[in-house]
């Protein structure tokens, strides 16, 4: 047995099962939910998210082929599509493990035919995103040389730029109304409709029933987090708001407590001092956890269900945190980084407010050595 670490992610089954099966109802029987566990899952742990998904939904969507191979020893039978840019390298061992591969420009679609034509691709296309993605120039001869060598063009896909950052959502459609005339070029060129047009993210697939296409890509929201506060506004406008459950705990244990006088300083830069006399509890966790040292003096965590303030400097592997008013509080309590405790709640958003980034850069950035278990 592996020693029990200082620090660990807790994932509930239950709140990732329950919003694959809100995003299924939301979709409809005619498109497919791909789950997308890139980066592992959002924080969330890769094998773990996809252990608990497995018998929800066949699609996964990673970044990269090493991601992938790490989602089929948990679901063998799962079928895995690459969203982000492969190496040349990877596609051999890609195609013969059955991973599909997004296909970006002509250049890649040239490389699959050398080197995997028998692979299952599916083709980004360029519509206004300026990412990967096919440009509508191109689109034509990429197809023919795709044709030719036998590879088998199972998807079409695209990423919309402005949906989750507005409530103006004229640039997505414009996106919208250029894959659908790439889908149109493709069916030309091949002589068949490609079986599986996919192009809505969490966002689009909230707000946006024409995205949904053969196969929704739902990242950020099967994780329980909303893309975005205008996105929520946009649902609840819309008449459409999922309820969607916050699946992550993060937590650690109380290393030590420690009573001290007003003003004296904590931490690395003597940034702060106690404001009374109180006590102070150290934490053993830090920046190198993935807790963004940008929290410093400003986040709050839970101890014992009540709020317990940073305090000064968060450090590599420790931080202290304000536990004066919270009685009783002692060595190996467990406190709670992100998620609920008794009443109390630390949101993922409440942090990326205050070091100024977005609820996905805060859970993704969670160190991945990170235990994390499925509860
Ligand atoms: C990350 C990603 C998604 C998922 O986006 P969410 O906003 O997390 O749902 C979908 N499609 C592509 C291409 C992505 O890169």
């Known amino acids: 047995m592996a020693l029990p670490p200082k620090t660990w992610v807790e994932v509930s089954r239950a709140a990732l099962r329950h919003n694959a099966r809100q995003f299924k109802r939301a979709l409809g029987p005619k498109t497919a939910l791909m789950v997308v566990v890139k980066s592992n899952a959002y924080g969330h742990g890769l094998s773990e998210t996809v252990r608990a998904l497995r018998d929800h939904t066949p699609w996964f969507g990673v970044d990269s082929v090493p991601e992938a191979i790490l989602g089929l020893k948990a679901a063998p039978r799962a079928r895995f599509l690459v969203l982000g840019a492969s190496l040349p390298t990877w596609i051999g061992s890609a195609a013969r493990k059955g991973i599909r591969l997004s296909v970006s420009s002509p250049e890649e679609a040239a490389l699959v035919a050398r080197k995997a034509p028998r692979a299952t691709v599916h083709l980004q296309i360029e519509t206004g995103f300026t990412r990967l993605g096919i440009l509508e120039k191109d689109l034509p001869g990429t197809l023919r040389r795709l044709r030719r060598a036998g590879t088998n063009v199972e998807g079409l896909f695209t990423h919309y730029a402005n949906i989750e950052d507005t409530t103006e959502h004229s640039y997505a459609r414009g996106q919208l109304a250029r894959f659908r005339r790439a889908l149109d070029v493709a069916e030309t060129i091949l002589g068949r409709a490609v079986p599986l047009p996919h192009t809505a993210c969490s966002a689009a697939a909230i707000l946006f029933p024409q995205t949904h296409f053969a196969l929704a890509r739902v990242g950020v929201s099967l ?40 003003g004296t300083p904590v931490s690395y830069g003597l940034t702060e001092r106690m404001p009374r006399s109180g006590k102070v509890a150290v934490l053993p966790v830090g ?89």
């Open 287 to 375: 920046y190198w956890d993935g807790y963004d040292r940008g929290l410093s003096s400003v986040a709050t965590t839970l101890v014992r269900g009540r709020a317990a303030k940073v305090l000064g400097r968060v450090c590599m592997n420790m931080m202290m945190v304000d536990v004066s008013g919270i009685p009783g509080v002692r060595m190996g309590d467990e406190a709670v980084l992100i998620g609920r405790q008794g009443r109390g709640e630390v949101r993922v958003e409440h942090l990326a407010a205050k070091i100024g980034t977005i609820n996905y850069e805060v859970v993704t950035r969670i160190n991945p050595t990170l235990p994390r278990l499925l509860v």
């Open 223 to 262: 994780y329980g987090l909303w893309p975005s506060k205008e996105t929520l506004v946009s649902a609840r406008a819309a008449g459409r708001p999922l309820d969607l459950r916050t699946a992550l705990t993060w937590k650690t244990t109380v290393a030590q407590v420690k009573t001290v006088k007003a």
